[in-house]
């Protein structure tokens, strides 16, 4: 069964710290890109991050640029989005997502969701002022 379980959402104060994982199971992690992706109350999903797993190549919204970092753990089957210097305006559920093809994942992440093959549930990340 394939598997994508978010966690380390929770509230933070304004220029606070918090380091969200993404736990995958049941497919070939290495062969994946894996994105994350945030919904706040009332708008759409947008993209944050990404990574390919086999090369680690990373990419970042503008939003975040210089204060998220992603990065992956492949012993564990883990990806990390590091987020610092956090402001009001990221609350909002994250979500993590997978696919075989970085071009299909950097494209949700900056354009369009064209149809990742998996999604978890989100983590709710709450930056009070």
């Known amino acids: 069964e394939v598997q994508l379980v978010e966690s380390g959402g929770g509230l933070v104060q304004a220029g606070g710290s918090l380091r969200l994982s993404c736990s995958a199971s049941g497919f070939a992690f290495d ?3 894996i994105g994350w992706f945030r919904q ?3 708008k759409e999903r947008e993209g944050v991050s990404c990574i390919s797993i086999s090369d680690g190549s990373t ?4 939003a975040v640029k210089g204060r998220f970092t992603i990065s ?3 012993a564990k089957n883990t990806v990390y ?3 610092n210097s956090l402001k ?3 609350t909002a559920v994250y979500y993590c997502a997978a696919d075989p093809d970085l071009a299909v994942v950097t494209a949700a992440v900056f354009v369009k969701d064209y ?3 998996y999604w978890g549930k989100g983590t709710l990340v709450t930056v009070s002022y």
């Open 72 to 74: 992956s753990d492949n």
């Open 59 to 62: 990419y970042y919204a503008d």
């Open 40 to 42: 706040a109350p009332g």
């Open 88 to 90: 009001p305006e990221d």
């Open 115 to 117: 149809g990742m093959d």
């Open 81 to 83: 989005l590091e987020m």
């Open 31 to 33: 062969d994946y890109a």
